[in-house]
């Protein structure tokens, strides 16, 4: 195996190391998202502002899915 195979091989595992960081980062952010979406049902109901926490959660779910879309992109061939 040539030094250029080498650097090639390690290219892509980091890649897909990098990608499977992405989904579960992904995944992470939008349970913290669903969370705080859903914080009256988990007996939380009079401690976080109901305005900001519906803004906070949707923020967490929208970028739990930018997340998990990175994750898909860097691994699909361009």
Request: glycine share 14%; charged share 20%.
């Amino acid at each position: 195996m040539d030094r250029n195979e080498f650097e090639a091989k390690k290219d892509r595992q980091q890649a897909k190391i990098k990608s499977f960081y992405n989904y579960g980062m992904g995944v992470l952010w939008i349970g913290v998202g669903i969370f705080f979406l859903n914080h009256t049902r988990f007996g939380l109901g009079g401690q976080f502002d109901p305005l900001l926490a519906n803004i906070f959660g949707g923020t967490c779910v929208l970028y739990g899915l930018f997340r998990i879309w990175r994750g898909y992109k860097s691994n699909s061939p361009s």
